[in-house]
């Protein structure tokens, strides 16, 4: 089984801002695998809404944690624990202010390099051990903000959500691949 996080923080005031970029990754994700918003269940336990659905013949639970972001490692520890998963089986999306918005990276046992959400995914399961899909959203216009979280926390532009959903069906297919 693997289990497929995509970052972000709930509520109708986060949905499109850069920070919630795992949150959109997912929802693609689901899209493309069917998922339909009456698949995804709440789990008050895990404080985590899910969806089960498989990839090539292999279980996978896509995970959307309703805590805040820099809690996010509580949800993602408690589904890892329940489903008695190693972090090689877990997959988190997140946003990536150090890469230009149209790019992503896909890479394995990084550091959460100032990311509080991968920060606490790391603490709870004591490793960095684990694939992460990093969703670049750094634009020209973050140079204007001298605090940075309020870059993320801001919406994506029009033409910002345009390149940012050509990246998104790029990674659904690659994790569909």
Known sequence: MKLIIG????????????HNAGFLALDELAKQLECTTSDWKESKKA???????TIDGTSVELLKPQTFMNDSGISVAYAAKNHNLKPTNIIV?????????????DQTDRSAAGHNGVK????HLGTQNFRRIR???????????????????????KEEFIILNKILSEVATKLLS
């Open 7 to 18: 970052l972000g923080n709930p509520g109708k005031e986060y949905m499109r801002t850069r």
């Open 135 to 157: 969703i670049g959203v750094a634009t020209p216009e973050m140079a204007k903000y001298d605090d940075k979280a309020d870059f993320v926390l801001g919406k994506f532009s």
């Open 47 to 53: 404080k985590a809404l899910y969806c089960k659905t």
């Open 120 to 123: 606490s995914i790391i603490e």
């Open 93 to 105: 999306i997140h946003d990536d202010k150090d890469i230009p918005l149209g790019e992503y990276r």
